[in-house]
Every structure is written in structure tokens, then in C-alpha cells.
């Protein structure tokens, strides 16, 4: 698609208001001709004809004139930042949505930094698209055809002259704007890979602390940032160079002006009057002409923004079925299911054959990197299966809607998510419209009631981002007071306590229990309790399944169990 399509596309929604910024603008260039034109009339009568009465007049004229000029320029101007503030907010709001329905793949392979980049800093670059540029090329355009009729009718050979230098502001505009776009979008570049480094170093500052690498960070990051310093200096170097030109072509066009209409004045050809008019009106043609060369050059820059906003857009979103599924009666199965990550030549899984039965407790142990975390991500469609098939109570899940394949299942991880919000809230987001009541029985039950009790401002206290305000064994309570709340049939432990101390492990074991109760559960087995617990043990080895059966089983027949399981006990 054309520049001028995407442009056309993306600024339909605010035409009405444009549309009146417009109008506004062809009588602010209307009027901007008119006071060139009356230049002439003024002078020869007042100089000329010595019909000096009028300059007591032409004080008041002039001042009325530019009051109306800049309150229509005032109209035209609030309209178009109004429309341009609307497309940021419009395109922050698509862009927002759009990651919100990408596949959780995606953000394995695209840096936090780039999309933040993206959604934050190339849509408030949009916002010059109705400021800048289409102000420019709808707006200026005019006020050039006015000016030039204008000069033209008093003087076209004097016109001509000056529109011959014209080509050398268009050549000089996009030789340095291409320039401009290749370095705006390596400045974009740097941005973002800023912006993932401050992200980092804000979440590992604990990490940063106890190896003593404040200084380490600080000069990668001051080596980093003058890199893109250097970029945005390129940058507005090249911007600086076009109206350079553009000034130094202006000045040309005048000189030549006044060189051959002031001998043209001395001869008599022309009257004082018209020579006035012409140098007004083509000085007048300068500037809105300098304006349509910055916004070229503006326009390159936006061309760089669109284009990374058109990648993050062109990302397709997850793949939905149709199918809603309301209950879970029966069994998830794994039927020859094999993964592997996009772009890797390893397979993560491999001919996985499994049936889990509703009601039933399973755990899945092996070493680290063997595939637990990619065969529980396959349940809820985070992640799509590259060979065979997975059926929830014998329907394909990638026949399921998403939403009620998700409504069936809960998570409780070792990596808690939580939000900079209230406990309440991070609560209540297992399951909309919960009541009061529901929060606090979810939070008793989990047995978090106790500590959020002792807090001072209870369940209204703000617990910080990814609620480090708050204890390890604290966070997890919540996040299992959370999937309580949302009561899902189908739950998966992903090493739930596998970072936690001895007496927080006892507490959140309980709340786990509490939750495991009548619930089908998958759990990521870490600690040894879990283990012993599980009706059936799954032994994962180099992606596939090397042995199933209860502890005892196990214990007696696979030297791979026995020494996982002595390592649990001493984990």
C-alpha cells in the first residue's frame, strides 16, 4: 500500500473536524493574498496620488486584517492538534488491543523494549500526520496558488524568474528527507533497545545489587544512549540542511527580485505600488513553501513510525475455533503430540501420548529444559501443538474459543504475576464482578486473609509492581487466592512453590490443597510433597514420556524417578 493510502486510511476517522480546519484555512490564505494584493492600492494612493486621509484608515485596516487572520488561524490550528491528538489516542488504543490478542509466542521472540517503543513513542509521532503534514500539503497548497495568481497578474515575468528556483527547494527537500528516514529509523531502533535495557535493569536491580554491576549497567547504558544521541543528531543535522536550503533559495529569489523589478521601477515599467505588491506576495510564496519542504522532511519521519507500527499490526493474532465449551466431564488426551518453537531445529516435545481424567491429580517431573512448562502450555492454547492433536472431553482444542478454553483453566506459577494495583483488585481479576464477600472467602481460603488483615490499609493497600511489596510466599497466596475466585475445573502448578522457604511453602502447601480439592490438576512437580501426593507421576525425558506411574512404581522400577526424587528430598 501507497504512503498516501496509509495516510488517507489512517486520517479518514477525523475528516469532520479537518474538514472545518480546512474551510478555516482557505480564507486564512485568502486573506494572506489579500493584504499582498492590497500592498498596490495602498501605497499608490497614499504615496503616489498623495491621498494621505487614507493613512489615518490603513493603521485600523491592517490591524483588523490580522486579527481575523490570526483567529482563523487559531480555529484552523486547535482542529488539526485536536484530530492529531485523537489518532494517537485511537492508535495506542488499537495497538494496546492488538498485543492483548497476539499469541503468547510472539512475546518470546519480540523484545518488551520494542513494543513498548512502538505503542508509546512511533503513535505520538502519528500525531504530526494532521498538525504537520496534512496541514501543510491542504493548507499551503492554496495560499501558494493565491499568492502566485497574484504575482502573476501584476507582474508574470518577475514570477517566472522567482518559480524557476522552486526545483532546487523540491530536490534539495528529498534528497535530504530520504536521509532522514533511514536515520529516524535507526534512532527508532536504539529507542527501543533503550527502553528494554531501563526495563531490565529496573526488574533485576536486586541481581545488579548483590553482583555489584551498577557501574557495568550504567556504562552500557550511557554507551547505548550516546549512540542514540548520535542517530537523533543525524537526525536533526539533515532537517537543519533542508531549511538551509530552502532559506538560502528564499534569499536568492528575493535578491533577484528586487535586482531587476527595482530597475524596472527606475525605468518606469512598473510603479512603486505593483513592485511592493510583487516582493510581498513572493516572499509570501517562500513561506508556506518552506513549510511544505520541512513537512516532506517530517513526513519521512512519520513514513519510519508507520512502517514499525505497521509490523507490530501485520502480527497475527491468535487463532480462535468457534466451539464453546461451557464444562469439563471427562479427560484432556495428547494423541502423537509434538512441538517445536518457530526458527529452532530441536523438537521441545515428541509423540506425547497422554490421557489426564477429570478429578485427576498428576504431576510432571524431569530435568530442567526436558519440556514440562511447553507440554502444560499446550493445555490452554498458549502455544500450538506442530504435530498430532490435543482434545479436552473429545473436541480438538484448536476447534475451542479461546475465552471458554480459558475459562476452564487456572495457573499458579513460580514466575507470579501480579499488578500495581490493590489487593483487592489483583484478586477480583480472577474473575469479573466478583462480590466482596467472594474476594474475601477466595482470600481466607487461600489463607491470605491473615497477613492482608495486618496491613494497614487491608485489602485496599497498593502492593507495588508484580506486588514486590509484598513477601514470596505472600505474592503466592494471592495469586492463589485469584484462581480460587475464578474456580476453574482444570488447574495447572507450574513449580508453585518451588521458591519459597520452608514456612511459606507449609502455608501456601495448605492454600494449594485447599484449591487442588476436587479439581483436575497438573502440577510441575519441584518439592517432594507434590510428588508423593500425585495419583500418577509423569517422567518427561528429552521430550517425551520415558515412564508413568505412581510413586511407589516408580520408586521401584526407574532409576531416573529414584534420582529426581532424592533430589527433591534434598531440593
Do not use: C
Not at 497476539?102 to 500526520?129: C, H, Q, T, W
Not at 534528497?175 to 535495557?197: D, H, I, M, N
Not at 475455533?321 to 531445529?345: E, L
Amino acid at each position: 500500500m501507497s504512503i498516501t493510502r496509509k495516510i488517507i486510511n489512517l486520517t479518514k476517522p477525523y475528516w469532520s473536524g479537518v474538514f472545518i480546519g480546512i474551510i478555516l484555512g482557505l480564507m486564512f490564505s485568502g486573506i494572506n493574498a489579500a493584504i499582498a494584493w492590497a500592498v498596490k492600492p495602498a501605497l499608490d494612493e497614499i504615496f503616489t496620488n498623495r491621498k494621505y486621509e487614507y493613512l489615518t484608515l490603513l493603521p485600523f485596516a491592517v490591524f483588523g486584517l490580522f486579527i481575523l487572520k490570526g483567529a482563523l488561524n487559531f480555529g484552523q490550528n486547535f482542529l488539526m492538534k485536536t484530530a492529531g491528538l485523537k489518532l494517537v489516542r485511537d492508535m495506542r488504543n488499537k495497538l494496546y488491543n492488538h498485543i492483548l490478542a497476539l499469541p503468547v509466542g510472539y512475546f518470546n521472540k519480540e523484545s518488551s523494549g520494542v513494543i513498548i517503543s512502538r505503542i508509546m513513542y512511533d503513535a505520538e509521532v502519528l500525531r504530526g500526520l494532521m498538525s504537520d503534514i496534512l496541514k501543510a500539503f491542504v493548507l499551503e497548497v492554496p495560499t501558494i496558488l493565491f499568492l502566485l495568481g497574484l504575482a502573476f497578474y501584476r507582474r508574470w515575468d518577475l514570477t517566472l524568474m522567482t518559480l524557476a528556483l522552486l526545483p532546487l527547494i523540491a530536490y534539495s527537500t528529498r534528497k535530504f528527507g530520504k536521509s532522514v528516514k533511514k536515520k529516524r529509523k535507526e534512532a527508532q531502533r536504539k529507542l527501543s533497545f533503550l527502553t528494554q535495557k531501563v526495563g531490565e535493569s529496573i526488574l533485576g536491580v536486586r541481581i545488579i545489587k548483590v553482583f555489584n554491576r551498577e557501574k557495568t549497567k550504567a556504562d552500557n547504558f550511557t554507551r547505548e544512549n550516546q549512540r542514540y544521541y548520535r542517530e537523533l543528531l543525524r537526525v536533526e543535522r539533515f532537517k537543519e540542511f533542508t531549511r538551509l536550503a530552502i532559506e538560502m533559495v528564499t534569499g536568492l529569489g528575493i535578491a533577484l527580485i528586487l535586482w531587476y523589478g527595482g530597475h524596472m521601477v527606475i525605468n518606469g515599467t512598473i510603479t512603486p505600488g505593483d513592485f511592493a505588491s510583487i516582493i510581498v506576495a513572493i516572499y509570501m510564496i517562500f513561506s508556506p513553501t518552506k513549510k511544505i519542504g520541512e513537512a516532506y522532511t517530517a513526513l519521512q519521519e512519520i513514513r519510519a513510525s508507520i512502517e514499525r507500527v505497521d509490523t507490530l499490526l501485520d502480527a497475527k493474532k491468535e487463532e480462535s475455533g468457534k466451539t464453546i465449551i461451557k464444562h469439563f466431564k471427562d479427560s484432556i488426551k495428547f494423541n502423537n503430540v509434538s512441538f517445536a518453537y518457530a526458527g529452532r531445529n530441536s523438537t521441545v516435545l515428541k509423540d506425547v501420548n497422554l490421557e489426564i481424567h477429570q478429578g485427576e491429580v498428576i504431576a510432571i517431573v524431569g530435568q530442567s529444559g526436558v519440556g514440562k512448562s511447553t507440554l502444560v502450555d499446550l493445555i490452554p492454547g498458549f502455544l500450538k501443538s506442530t504435530k498430532g492433536e490435543i482434545t479436552i472431553d473429545g473436541i480438538n482444542i484448536n476447534d475451542l474459543d479461546l475465552r471458554s478454553l480459558r475459562e476452564l483453566t487456572g495457573i499458579v506459577s513460580q514466575d507470579i504475576i501480579l499488578f500495581n494495583d490493590t489487593i483487592r483488585e489483583n484478586i477480583a481479576f480472577g474473575r469479573e464482578g466478583a462480590a466482596e464477600s467472594e474476594i474475601v472467602e477466595a482470600a481466607k481460603m487461600s489463607f491470605a486473609d491473615d497477613f492482608i488483615q495486618e496491613l494497614p490499609e487491608k485489602y485496599e493497600t497498593v502492593i507495588g509492581e508484580r506486588g514486590l511489596q509484598l513477601s514470596g510466599g505472600q505474592r503466592q497466596r494471592i495469586a492463589i487466592a485469584r484462581a480460587i475466585l475464578k474456580n476453574p475445573p482444570i488447574l495447572i502448578l507450574d513449580e508453585a512453590t518451588s521458591s519459597l522457604d520452608s514456612v511459606s511453602e507449609a502455608i501456601v502447601q495448605k492454600a494449594l490443597e485447599t484449591l487442588m480439592s476436587g479439581r483436575t490438576t497438573i502440577v510441575i512437580a519441584h518439592r517432594l510433597s507434590t510428588v508423593r501426593n500425585a495419583g500418577r507421576i509423569i517422567i518427561l525425558d528429552k521430550g517425551r514420556i520415558s515412564d508413568i506411574g505412581t510413586h511407589e512404581q516408580l520408586m521401584a522400577r526407574n532409576d531416573t524417578y529414584m534420582k529426581l526424587y532424592h533430589a527433591f528430598a534434598h531440593s
